[in-house]
């Protein structure tokens, strides 16, 4: 899964982002179309309940959270975009990485993500 992108579409704007080439990103891609609502956590990033877990075999057992990364928070079983720093926490495991401005999808509401083809 070489350079795998996809697409987040809100009612403020888009952005693409490049998956990981990890199980957990697989997995993640593997669900897609998906329509998530998010939610504010923390004042750093918005989150969304996944339909299925995530396969996170062979990930490391936390990470931390960079402005533009999108991750999966195992724990809850949450899509996460982070708008901002979150330091290393156990079960946080990095999906890829938005390009460019995350600004534009890190907003309350629903959120599209797609396959970019």
Not at 63 to 92: L, R
């Amino acid at each position: 899964m070489q350079n795998l992108k996809i697409i987040l579409k809100s009612s403020n704007g888009e952005a693409t982002a490049i998956l990981d080439d990890t199980a957990a990103a697989r997995s993640f891609a593997a669900q897609l179309p998906l329509t998530l609502n998010l939610e504010d956590y923390g004042g750093h990033e918005k989150i969304a309940k996944l339909p299925k877990p995530l396969d996170t075999r062979g990930a490391p057992s936390g990470s931390d959270g960079k402005k533009g990364e999108i991750s999966y928070f195992a724990p809850w079983n949450n899509f996460v975009i982070y708008y901002g720093y979150q330091p290393y926490y156990e079960g946080i495991v990095r999906l890829g990485v938005i390009e460019g401005d995350v600004s534009s999808v890190a907003k309350d509401g629903q959120i599209k993500i797609e396959l970019v083809k």
